[in-house]
């Protein structure tokens, strides 16, 4: 039986190990994390389209993740002014939508489901190199240990190995010039924002919420930054300074921001956000990258982890049905590059109107209601969010 080493245990890894014993291929996961954390990140809106992928190999996060459903996102002006209404996803036929799940959630899910179906998953082996010959691939590990197989995917994430091993000179993570900062609060007080996440275009930043039943806030922010802030000035900001810092940003917005922020409960994550508008090299002999390592999108656009659930179920696919890897591996990126590629563009206008300047805010609070109506109604995004990935039919070559 083809042995595929699968590099990185993230949402494409995970997925891609069940895609992959769906097709007939023994997966093995390689992850860097000594073991699995299910407290790690923040939350992730999951796309109707990531989660009707998933249903590809029988696995629902939108039932099983405690997730929050969000098929619509409510724009407001800092002042207070509605800007419109947006559909986020469409409804698949039995009723499921887009849900906001906790990372660590959606992590403990998929681990689960690999487990399930027997799948290995080893914890505390981060790829440092490989060797690849024409009958198989050895990858060596940064504790010295070493596994062998028919192929390898590097479902890395953002900061690859997989990829610079693959292409050194590919492209380096680019900054989008945006910080999302995030986390959680609680405040019994307020209605719960049932179906339904709030954005705010505020007068200095962008900020979006949610709050479930019993008062929990889901809450992030987006900060413009010209230069990208290192790891060390992050880790020394402590949830004390982001609360005296994200209240006089949004001193001058809707007073619902002042009381989520006043009522924080526990940490406050900060990430420089990235993305890779495009790679040119997916693959090469027994190599293959998918999801962030090959494509990152930024946030904005609510798709990252979709897009890696899509690659790994269409990789999968096409090894089933391709009369050879090469043909397999060219298959997926001509399926997958044009989509991607158009997510991550749409992703980074997104992030683009998140921060103005007095005159462009003015010009947009009064356009985006027009805009809104015109260009983001179900119809436009259909494109995004009504595609199906049928694991029955054949991937053409
Ligand atoms: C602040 C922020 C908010 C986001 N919000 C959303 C959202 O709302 N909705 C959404 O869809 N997406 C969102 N994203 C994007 C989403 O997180 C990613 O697109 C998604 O996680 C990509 O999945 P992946 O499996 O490709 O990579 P990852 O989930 O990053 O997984 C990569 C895995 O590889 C492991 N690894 C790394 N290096 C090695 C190595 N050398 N050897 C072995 N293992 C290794 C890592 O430990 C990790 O477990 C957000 C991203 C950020 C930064």
Redesign the pocket.
């Known amino acids: 039986m083809t042995k595929a080493l699968i ?9 891609a190990a069940m895609a992959l014993r769906r097709a007939g291929i023994e997966p093995v996961v ?4 000594e073991q699995p954390d299910d407290y ?8 109707s389209n ?1 989660l009707d992928a998933l249903r590809a190999i029988d696995v629902d996060i939108a039932r099983r993740g405690d997730g929050f459903p969000i098929p619509r996102m409510i724009m407001w002006s800092g002042t207070g002014k509605r800007l419109g209404e947006v559909a986020n996803g469409t409804t698949l036929p039995d009723g499921t939508v887009s849900v ?1 799940v906790r ?1 660590g959630e959606m ?1 403990k899910v998929l681990r689960a489901e690999a487990h399930a179906r027997g799948i290995a998953i080893e914890y505390g ?4 190199t490989y060797d690849a010959t024409p009958t198989g691939v050895t990858a060596r ?2 504790d010295g240990t070493e596994a062998t197989g028919d192929l390898l995917i590097g ?8 990829r610079r091993l693959l292409d050194p000179d590919g492209p380096r993570p680019r900054f989008t010039g945006l910080l ?1 900062v ?1 986390g959680y609060s609680h405040d019994s007080s307020l209605a719960p924002t049932t179906d339904t996440q709030h954005f705010v275009f505020g007068k200095r930043a962008f900020f979006g919420y949610l709050v479930r039943e019993g008062g929990e806030v889901y809450w ?1 922010a987006n900060l413009h930054r010209p230069q990208e802030p290192s790891r060390q000035e992050l880790d020394a900001m402590t949830p004390g300074w982001w609360q005296r810092h994200l209240t006089d940003l949004f001193a001058d917005d809707m007073p619902v921001i002042g009381r989520i922020l006043g009522n924080l409960a526990g940490e406050v ?1 900060a ?1 420089p ?2 993305d890779i508008p495009t790679s040119p090299v997916w693959h090469s002999g027994p190599i293959a990258l ?4 090959v494509h ?4 904005s ?8 659930i899509e ?2 179920i269409v990789l999968a696919k096409c090894l089933r049905d391709a009369p050879d890897v090469a043909t397999a591996y060219t298959t997926y990126e001509r399926l997958r590059r044009p989509r991607v590629e158009k997510v991550v563009a749409y992703s980074k206008t997104l992030s683009n109107s998140k921060t103005a300047g007095p005159v462009a805010r003015v010009f947009r609070d009064l356009m985006m209601p027009v805009a809104l109506r015109l260009f983001a109604n179900p119809k436009s995004h259909a494109w995004m969010y009504d595609h199906h990935i049928d694991w029955n039919q054949r991937a053409a070559a």
């Open positions: 590099i990185g245990g993230g949402i494409g890894g995970l997925t390689h992850e860097a994390y790690a990140g923040l939350f992730l809106n999951t796309a990531g906001c990372r992590q082996k981060r790829l440092d590990f940064t479902a890395d994430g953002i900061h690859s190995r997989t999302s995030g992030f994550g990430y956000v990235h998918i999801g962030d390592a990152a999108t930024s946030p656009a609510g798709q990252g982890a979709s897009m890696a690659d790994a």
